[in-house]
């Protein structure tokens, strides 16, 4: 037995902030962040725009391609590191939103691995008991702990929401190998050290600025390109694939010299790769699977497509997930 993705869905806010927007209040230019990320644009979440309102249409929208009700999900799980609040979990918002009164829900944090995180916990629910429907959402309102004073930050980050339905299958495809890491001895690299009960809410605190991402991008850059290249040639390994096999690959959007660097590294032509980061920058834990959407949803995925999933994030964590679509 294997899981097997049979619905997708993403929301993404509808306000955009351009680069050439980002001119007017920071020191930075479109033709700068384009050449060093290949960001051209992100979505913001507006006012009354929340995670687990994003998280709650991207899953209606799963669910109804996967044909399912609500009342026939056994579990939510949603990686996000903006929730709505410290408690209750966005996973127990979104179950209640859409009405899932059968199933449990929890969230966790990775950063931008987190959805892969999310997919291999699903995974080895369903290996255990393959009629288990489950929804694994990734989602996240960056924008809200972006300094936008911060020019190394503020350029990078977007909002939305991506999610899968996941079941068990008989058939030859599925979940084939997922890999996960982390080392924590690097996370002064990318952290937001505010918020929680090591820094909580202070004037002090708040001066500090410790409510906002902090990043060293040059360490972050050079510790990713290694950590994804290692994962990815690990996943390939793990699958018994070649390469050239991959169908389609589905990088986290963080980076577009990053992606290259694996696309060449991994010999395929770019239309098997999918970039949609110039439209909506880094979304974290929502990256992967607004990409599997769009992909779906587009044609790009077919029964026995060979796709290949890899991120990085703050922690550090990163991942990668093989599957036979």
């Known amino acids: 037995m294997a899981s097997i993705i049979i619905g997708t869905g993403s929301k993404i806010p509808e306000k955009v902030i351009h680069n050439k927007d980002l ?4 020191n930075t230019s479109d033709e700068w962040i ?4 290949g960001i051209v644009e992100r979505h913001i979440a507006g006012e009354g725009e929340t995670n687990s309102g994003l998280a709650t249409e991207a899953a209606r929208r799963a669910l109804e391609m996967a044909g399912l009700s609500p009342e026939e999900i056994d579990l939510v799980i949603v990686a996000t590191l903006t929730p709505d609040m410290q408690m209750p979990s966005v996973a127990c918002l979104v179950q209640n939103a859409l009405g899932a009164k059968n199933a449990g829900a929890f969230d966790l944090s990775a950063t931008c691995s987190g959805f892969l995180y999310g997919l291999t916990i699903a995974d ?3 290996r255990h008991k393959p009629s288990q429907k489950i929804l694994v959402i990734g989602s996240e309102v960056l924008s809200k702990r972006v300094n936008w004073q911060d020019r190394s930050t503020c350029v990078l980050f977007g909002d939305g929401a991506g999610a899968v339905v996941l079941t068990g299958t008989s058939e030859d495809r599925g979940i084939v190998s997922t890999h996960l890491h982390a080392d924590g001895s690097l996370w002064e690299l990318l952290n937001i050290k505010g918020l929680g009960t090591k820094y909580p809410v202070t004037p002090e605190i708040l001066e500090k600025g410790y409510q906002f991402i902090e990043m060293n991008g040059r360490e972050v ?3 990713a390109v290694r950590a994804l290249e290692s994962v990815t040639m690990e996943a390939l390994e793990g699958a018994g694939w070649r390469g050239e096999e991959i169908d389609l690959f589905v990088p986290h959007q963080a980076n577009m010299r990053i992606i290259e660097h694996l696309r060449n590294r991994l010999g395929l032509s770019r239309e098997k790769v999918f970039i949609n980061i110039d439209k909506y920058g880094n979304t974290s834990a929502a990256s992967i699977p607004i990409a599997l959407d769009e992909a779906n949803r587009a044609g790009l995925l077919e029964p026995g497509s060979k796709v290949l999933m890899v991120a990085f994030g703050g922690g550090f964590t990163w991942g990668s997930v093989a599957m036979k679509w």
């Open 221 to 223: 850059f050079k510790h």
């Open 34 to 37: 384009r050449t060093r990320t």
């Open 124 to 126: 080895q629910f369903i």
């Open 23 to 26: 001119e007017r209040f920071v």
